[in-house]
């Protein structure tokens, strides 16, 4: 039988005139996905990682998100305390088995219970650590993975996430190329998430709703660099 996917792809094939199969063709997707050829890239983050951070920070709260600027990982535990407590929220939060957040001294908050796992959606907070920040945009690179389940980044009310000032690159661009230098050529995680800012929808009468599709809330716990 054939799937729509199939049928989709074959009525676009009709409409170009063309199989599939042409040697040119191929070879130019070909190239274009072994060469990575890189877009326009905005100047506008090209700077100093001092500047670059000011810039981060400056476009986490543009986005409705909040955040902590901590000068070591020592200070997440704390500021996540402090953060869950601001909000009534109860001392508790979920997190990934991502060996960054396990080694964070813990113990200095023992009133804050700490849990291990992907969401099933009854959680009010979870925790994650990006894999790199957007200095243009003030987004947060997620990716997929017991470490990090991508859960965290969608169920929760609450969504505070780590990341290393040495991690908050310029543009998309420069992000792309880490991951495939992590991963190697032909691999990828299984997702790649871009997060910028809470969960928000204006569908409806143009009124914004935070929370519409995910955490209404995104806090930004971001280490080093101060």
């Known amino acids: 039988m054939t799937s729509s996917r199939e049928t989709v792809f074959a009525s676009v094939r009709r409409a170009l005139g063309v199989t599939s199969r042409e040697a040119p063709r191929?070879?130019?997707?070909?190239?274009?996905?072994?060469?990575?050829?890189?877009?326009?890239?905005?100047?506008?983050?090209?700077?100093?990682?001092?500047?670059?951070?000011?810039?981060?920070?400056?476009?986490?709260?543009?986005?409705?998100?909040?955040?902590?600027?901590?000068?070591?990982?020592?200070?997440?535990?704390?500021?996540?305390?402090?953060?869950?407590?601001?909000?009534?929220?109860?001392?508790?939060?979920?997190?990934?088995?991502?060996?960054?957040?396990?080694?964070?001294?813990?113990?200095?908050?023992?009133?804050?219970?700490?849990?291990?796992?992907?969401?099933?959606?009854?959680?009010?907070?979870?925790?994650?650590?990006?894999?790199?920040?957007?200095a243009e945009s003030g987004s947060l690179v997620m990716l997929s993975g017991p470490d990090n389940p991508s859960t965290l980044n969608l169920l929760p009310d609450h969504h505070l996430v780590v990341v290393d000032a040495a991690d908050v690159a310029a543009d998309y661009e420069s992000v792309w190329g880490r991951i495939r230098e992590r991963f190697g050529p032909g691999v990828m995680p299984r997702t790649v998430n871009w997060i910028t800012g809470p969960s928000r929808s204006a569908d409806i009468e143009q009124t914004l709703l935070l929370g519409a599709h995910g955490p209404r809330s995104l806090h930004v716990l971001l280490v080093g660099g101060a």
């Not at 072994?34 to 920070?57: C, D, K, S, Y």
């Not at 990934?96 to 908050?109: F, K, Q, S």
């Open 26 to 134: 191929r070879q130019e997707v070909e190239a274009r996905l072994a060469g990575h050829p890189a877009g326009l890239v905005p100047a506008r983050a090209q700077m100093p990682l001092e500047a670059r951070l000011a810039l981060f920070r400056d476009m986490v709260l543009a986005a409705a998100a909040t955040i902590d600027h901590l000068p070591s990982a020592d200070a997440v535990p704390g500021a996540i305390a402090a953060y869950l407590r601001g909000r009534n929220l109860p001392p508790s939060i979920l997190r990934g088995t991502d060996p960054r957040l396990a080694a964070l001294p813990w113990a200095r908050e023992p009133n804050l219970d700490v849990w291990i796992g992907p969401s099933d959606g009854r959680q009010l907070a979870g925790l994650s650590h990006a894999f790199a920040g957007v």
